[in-house]
């Protein structure tokens, strides 16, 4: 096993890289969706109906301006909004989608700041979570797997908790701590719900790795 992952090793982060910045990207936008409608009910309830309106207002703006790819009305209207309704649910959903825009466009260091915000101050823990996961995979592509794994370093929720034992193995993986990264996946694989896509992904890992699984309790082979 050691000298097929030797053989194999660079080409096997590059895809993990790879894998991050694509499903990360697909996890956040699936997230922001599904707490569009939670985050403009709890803003209502948050502020003020007119602030809250206002704060719906300029997160339109940082959607039309992500939309039109300018980077720069991207990083003003979500300076703006940080500014009059930072401890909103709508700021801190508005910097999720701006930094994605931003990484793309490799604006690493404006991207990662906003998602250390979202993680250290959005009112709602699953925006803290995604957003500690879309951190780490960003600190991964441009900064360390140290400075990342520290990221990860917190417990996460039961819900976030397999996205991150995911990303910790392939971290883990990069540093050639293999059995470390395996046991990582393998918590990965049982949280993650039976039949998902996603945990076809995590199982193809482990098999990388000469894992095998076997419904919920993944067996090392002899």
Known sequence: MASHLDLEEQEQLAQLKHFWKAWGNLISWVLILVLGTFAAWNGWQYWQRNQASKASALYEEVEKAVQAQDLARVERS????????????????????????????????????????????APAPALREMARIRLAALQWDTQSAD????????????????????????????????????????????????????????????????????????????
Do not use: C
């Open 147 to 222: 400075e990342a794994l520290k990221t990860l370093a917190a417990a996460f929720a039961t819900e976030m908790a397999p996205l991150a034992e995911d990303l910790r193995g392939d971290l883990l993986l990069a540093k050639n701590q293999n059995a470390q990264a395996i046991k990582a996946y393998q918590q990965a694989f049982k949280a993650l719900p039976e039949g998902s896509e996603y945990r076809r992904v995590v199982q193809a890992k482990l098999g990388a790795l000469g894992v095998e699984v076997a419904g919920l309790n993944p067996e090392v082979r002899p």
């Open 78 to 121: 979500i300076a703006d909004m940080k500014d009059k309704f930072g401890g909103t649910l709508y700021a801190h959903q508005a910097a999720l989608v701006a930094a994605r825009v931003l990484s793309d466009k490799d604006k690493a260091e404006p991207a990662r700041a906003l998602l250390a915000w979202v993680a250290a101050d």
